[in-house]
């Protein structure tokens, strides 16, 4: 693995300078954030109906990423919410999805949820609360009082909180949660987050870069719920390995610089209506 110059010194002590500084914050904020939902699926048509039920309609924009399905999701996100954005992503894998969804959202703020049933859109309101009160990112915890998880395994669960524990000690974080895929943030830390990965580990990356870029990072506790209908893509082998590599990854190499032209392709099949004004 290169190690690239200086990167030594990126580690906890240059994290602790970054917060202390305020380094890549401008807390100019809305006094109503508008918010873009995030959703990416992969073969989802039965369990949309049962999360867009619970969605809010007063959400300013919310985006639909497809990975290619080969049922009705589309069709099915389209007559649900005919106002949607659908857009399909330009490779394949959760991390990718997510990446080409945050670039064609438009809201203020953007939240994260998944398709299959087991995060609650009703929990929506935790995560934008704290951000209006001034946070920058604020993420899920299954571990916290008032959380918990219906859905995630013993053996994922002890991966998890090991995984954890190794982050908070390379990055000086404090997280209870590594790998949970519930999360809310300021679109315009965008360009510092630049999320480049394909699969599961995008949740590990954001949580790191936002430590990395100095963010103020809140958690809150969230309740995970089993997955509606099907199957889930997970691997905990496989995406466990993807997680340690990423952890590795992101130990060695320098934060990128702040890139406002940051912008994965996608092609939008569905363009949805304007934000609300």
């Known amino acids: 693995m290169s190690i690239s110059p200086g990167a030594e010194n990126d580690g906890v002590a240059d994290i602790e300078q970054r917060r202390a500084s305020g380094m890549n914050r401008d807390r100019r904020r809305p006094n109503r954030p508008s918010v873009s939902v995030v959703i990416p699926t992969l ?48 490779r394949r894998g959760k991390g990718n999805a997510l990446a080409c969804g945050f670039a064609a959202a438009t809201g203020d703020i ?37 959380g918990g998880s219906s859905d995630i395994t013993g053996m994922r669960s002890v991966g998890n909180k090991a995984l954890g524990a190794s982050v908070n000690a390379l990055f000086g974080t ?13 679109r315009q830390f965008l360009p510092h987050l630049q999320i480049d990965c394909d699969g599961f580990e995008v949740e590990t990356v954001l949580n790191i870069r936002a430590a990395k870029a100095g963010l103020s990072v809140i958690e809150v506790p969230s309740q995970e719920q089993e997955r509606i209908h099907g199957v ?29 032209a940051w912008h994965p392709e996608f092609a939008e099949l569905f363009a949805g209506v304007e934000l609300a004004a």
């Not at 049962?50 to 007559?79: C, F, P, Q, W, Y």
């Not at 404090?174 to 300021?186: E, I, K, N, Q, V």
């Not at 390995?241 to 130990?251: L, Y």
């Open 43 to 90: 073969n989802e048509a039965a369990n949309l109906p049962g999360v867009l039920e619970r969605l809010s309609s007063g959400m300013e924009e919310l985006i639909i990423v497809d990975g290619h399905s080969v049922d009705d999701t589309v069709n099915v996100a389209k007559a649900l919410r005919p106002q949607a954005r659908v857009i399909m992503q330009n």
């Open 110 to 146: 953007i939240v994260m949820i998944d398709a299959d049933g087991s995060t609650d859109p009703a929990e929506i309101p935790r995560f934008l609360n704290p951000l209006v009160d001034g946070a920058d990112f604020v993420k899920g915890s299954r571990y916290l009082d008032g």
């Open 174 to 186: 404090r997280y209870t949660d590594l790998c949970y895929g519930y999360s809310a943030f300021w």
């Open 232 to 260: 889930s893509n997970l691997n905990a082998w496989r995406d466990g390995k993807r997680v340690v590599r990423s952890i590795m990854r992101e130990r060695f190499t320098r934060l990128p610089e702040p890139n406002h």
